[in-house]
């Protein structure tokens, strides 16, 4: 059975920072890609960060390059997003999610999905 886990949310002051992660099991994680994604209340969800585990590449959405940071512990299983400097408009549900390739991750066609974490931003 695929799951995916996210947690690491929680309220914090906008300027700070929070660790995200995503326990992954079910599939072979060094196969797949795993992206962050996000949705505000009463908006659209989006594509925040993903990394091919098979290559180590990353991609960002413009709105958090510089902030956030996406990394991968293979050995256990896990995607890691370090968002830092965060901002009120960050204040979202976060999901994260896995395909085999990145190109899913722009189409938001991902394979498996976990439940989300919440993450509040106060001013």
Same mark, same amino acid.
């Given at each position: ?19 995200? /992660?995503?326990?992954? /099991? ?45 990394? /991968? ?49 106060? /001013?």
């Amino acid at each position: 059975e695929v799951q995916l886990q996210a947690s690491g949310g929680g309220l914090v002051q906008a300027g700070g920072s929070l660790r995200l /992660s995503c326990a992954a /099991s079910g599939f072979t994680f060094d196969d797949y890609a795993i992206g962050w994604f996000r949705q505000a209340p009463g908006k659209e969800r989006e594509g925040v960060s993903c990394i091919s585990n098979s290559d180590g590449s990353t991609y960002y959405a413009d709105s958090v390059k510089g902030r956030f940071t996406i990394s /991968s512990d293979n050995a256990k299983n896990t995607v890691y997003l370090q968002m830092n400097s965060l901002k009120p408009e960050d204040t979202a549900v976060y999901y994260c999610a896995a395909a085999p390739a990145v190109v899913a991750w722009y189409h938001y066609g991902m394979d498996y999905w976990g439940k989300g974490t919440l993450v509040t931003v106060s /001013s």
